[in-house]
């Protein structure tokens, strides 16, 4: 018999860390519409129709804005996304991705 003897259990947790985010930003150019520009944010980014104004405003403004932040494959795929809608309505419109 043992008694009072404690017995203890060592457990090793993983700490997950999480994905590094990134920036999904456009840029401003002279040609593409203020309408094209907010149809991409309503459609691609899903923003409703009051914040893909007021994004589109910034980058009208401040020669960019930031669309989202994400996960790099979700950032990577929404900038393809962007650039090929662009390309096929041939528009100029610059869609790039930054670690955030």
Do not use: W
């Not at 018999?1 to 997950?16: A, D, I, M, P, V």
């Not at 456009?26 to 203020?34: A, I, K, L, P, S």
């Not at 589109?56 to 809608?85: D, R, S, W």
Request: glycine share 4%; hydrophobic share 35%.
């Amino acid at each position: 018999r043992n008694q009072g003897e404690l017995l203890t259990e060592t457990r090793t947790r993983e700490k997950l860390q999480r994905p590094k985010l990134y920036k999904v930003s456009f840029h401003n150019d002279d040609y593409t519409t203020m309408e094209f520009v907010v149809s991409i944010l309503k459609t691609i980014f899903g923003k409703d129709e009051q914040t893909a104004t007021e994004l589109m405003l910034q980058v009208h403004n401040n020669g960019f804005c930031v669309a989202g932040i994400y996960p790099f494959e979700i950032a990577e795929t929404k900038v393809a996304q962007v650039n090929g809608y662009a390309q096929q309505h041939q528009h100029p419109l610059l869609c790039t991705i930054e670690e955030a």
